[in-house]
């Protein structure tokens, strides 16, 4: 079981209150994250990443396990604390603008 | 018995003012999408309680909002704005070509006849259509294949599509306006377009009565009279009487003819409004006195309307979509400013008072008239 935590006005755009909880059949990436993420509350499609380019939004940022992986391919295996549901992936709205 | 419901859009939310006919006691519901920037919310003609509303952040993205109960409950449909084909490029502020990107939806027109078409204008420039109550977005694409495309460049605020006026006589003919492209309409339901600004004259670019280059801030029609057209340029007010194929400076009188919002009086096609703003580098206010100019003579002679306004030390903007007017038996002007205040006045503009005074920057003022 994957484990998402969302940002408050996401959490609103989705319709759901705390985690997020996920099962992810295969290697556990960003990209299968946001993939389930976006099949189970389609609302969210387009907010975390572009559309076409699948690109993360500039000002999204995905953190685990104290660490930013937000620069990390979106292939990239997560780390096993994320995969095994011990730790939570962090969807981040950046601190910028006002 | 009838009533109004003003649909306002701030940097921080959605504000939705009722009143009955009296226009005189108010209720604010809101915020709606709180913290998101609300850049417009209409309502359907064919159907009062059909309303969209255009939800957008920096951080994520573009949003379309709809709701079939006037507002109570919203539900979000489709956000994918994709260009048709291969977008290719605009000029950028240099001068150098920049790529067509989708950034947000500027303006939402419903349809005036069925409440589930409705076109939304976006940044860049570019004119959507939805068929299905917003479900799914495809782009009318000959606006920006027309030919002048590649060498429309954006204004200070974006390269966006902000107006979308919709012929009630002709269902084919539409008007849009760009920052800083100009003016165009399409007479064959949006499939081709044609660049109207003849008679628009603009110092500060290379060729000042050039095709295309203009920065057109908002167009307004009355709707019993459609071939009319008045025109907030960047500078100048603009009347055009034969759909935009020929305009003419009508600011006549103005004490500076700056300015974002227009709008004509629903029920007498001469008189206009505009609010006079002080330069394009000083958005606010002439002498820091608020002032709506009206015009009874479709343009030149201009009265200023400052019963209610604040008449000191008002540095606030009123932006382009932030006015209109509603079409009870006396005609209710209202309009929004990047202070938060609303405006309201019962009477064509004679007296004014404010709705709401503390909300956050308003971008956007529509007005829906129920019976």
Known sequence: MIRVVLPAHLRILAKVSGEVELEIAGPVTQRTILDALEARYPPLRGTLREYGTLRRRPFVRFFACEEDLSHESPDAPLPEAVASGKEPFLVVGAIAGG | ?371
């Open chain 2, 1 to 371: 018995m009838s009533g109004v419901r003003v649909l306002v859009g701030t940097r921080k939310g959605a504000f939705i003012l009722t009143s009955d006919g009296k226009r005189k006691q108010w209720d604010v519901s809101g915020p709606h999408f709180t913290g998101w920037e609300i850049y417009h919310v209409k309502g359907s003609p064919a159907d009062p309680d059909r309303l969209y509303a255009s939800q957008s952040s920096g951080w994520f993205g573009q949003l379309i909002q709809r709701s079939s109960d006037g507002g109570n409950t919203w539900e979000p449909v489709d956000n994918k704005f994709v260009y048709d084909g291969v977008p290719g490029t605009h000029q950028w502020y240099d001068g150098t070509p920049h790529p067509w990107e989708f950034k947000r939806v500027w303006h939402i027109e419903p349809s005036l006849t069925d409440p589930d078409t409705v076109y939304a204008g976006v940044e860049d420039a570019a004119l959507f259509r939805s068929t299905d109550g917003g479900k799914s977005w495809a782009e009318l694409s000959g606006l920006r294949k027309h030919g002048s495309g590649p060498h429309w460049q954006p204004g200070a605020g974006g390269m966006c599509l902000h107006t979308i006026l919709l012929d009630p006589k002709d269902p084919a003919r539409i008007y849009i306006a760009i920052s800083a492209a100009g003016a165009f309409r399409s007479d064959d339901a949006g499939a081709t377009w044609k660049p109207i600004n003849r008679g628009l004259v603009s110092p500060h670019i290379p060729d000042p009565d050039a095709e295309v280059g203009h920065c057109v801030h908002r167009i307004a029609m009355n709707q019993s009279r459609p071939d009319v057209l008045f025109m907030q340029k960047h500078w100048h007010v603009m009347r055009s009487d034969d759909r935009g194929d020929h305009w003419y400076k009508v600011s006549g009188n103005l004490p500076t003819d700056f300015g974002f919002a227009i709008d004509v009086h629903a029920h007498e096609p001469e008189t206009v409004y505009v609010v006079p703003i002080k330069s394009d580098s000083e958005h606010f206010p002439l002498d820091g006195q608020l002032r709506v100019y009206r015009s009874k003579t479709g343009g030149n002679e201009w009265e200023p309307l400052t019963n209610g306004l604040p008449q000191k030390d008002c540095y606030v903007n009123v932006l382009r979509d932030a006015m209109a007017v509603d079409s009870l038996d006396s005609c209710g002007v209202y309009f929004g400013t990047t202070g938060g205040q609303v405006y309201a006045s019962a009477d064509a503009g004679d007296n004014w008072a404010p709705i709401v005074r503390d909300l956050p920057a308003v971008l956007s003022v529509e007005v829906q008239t129920l019976s």
